[in-house]
Nanobody
Framework: QVQLVESGGGSVQAGGSLRLSCTVS????????MGWFRQAPGKEREGVAV???????TYADSVRGRFTISQDNAKNTLYLQMNSLNPEDTAMYYC????????????????????WGQGTQVTVSS
């Protein structure tokens, strides 16, 4: 069973930054695509940023230019650098793996991912 463990969430003021980390127990064909998702109370889970095994990334429009997804293969770790945070970014953030690939690009639909972490809370105050 693939295990994912997130860390790095917390509370920050608007305009601040946070870096989320996700340690993945296995880096292999079955764990890519990988990505970060978020879910705010009363809202559907949203695909924030995803990455395939070759490092090709896709972002939600709401975070493009502010968030960066990256990976350290040697450490089996996925990162999400979040800059210029605003209150609308407040949510539980989840790391996911085993996502679907379409034409070389990873899906940002949560239904396409097989493995999930427990989530880490990000709260941005105004």
């Amino acid at each position: 069973q693939v295990q994912l463990v997130e860390s790095g969430g917390g509370s920050v003021q608007a305009g601040g930054s946070l870096r989320l980390s996700c340690t993945v127990s296995e880096y292999s064909d079955r764990t890519f695509c990988m990505g970060w998702f978020r879910q705010a109370p009363g809202k559907e889970r949203e695909g924030v940023a995803v990455i395939n095994s070759r490092g090709i990334t896709t972002y939600a429009d709401s975070v493009r230019g502010r968030f960066t997804i990256s990976q350290d293969n040697a450490k089996n770790t996925l990162y999400l650098q979040m800059n210029s945070l605003n209150p609308e970014d407040t949510a539980m953030y989840y790391c996911a793996a085993g996502g679907q690939l379409f034409g070389g690009y990873c899906s940002r639909s949560s239904s396409g991912y097989r493995y999930w972490g427990q989530g880490t809370q990000v709260t941005v105050s105004s």
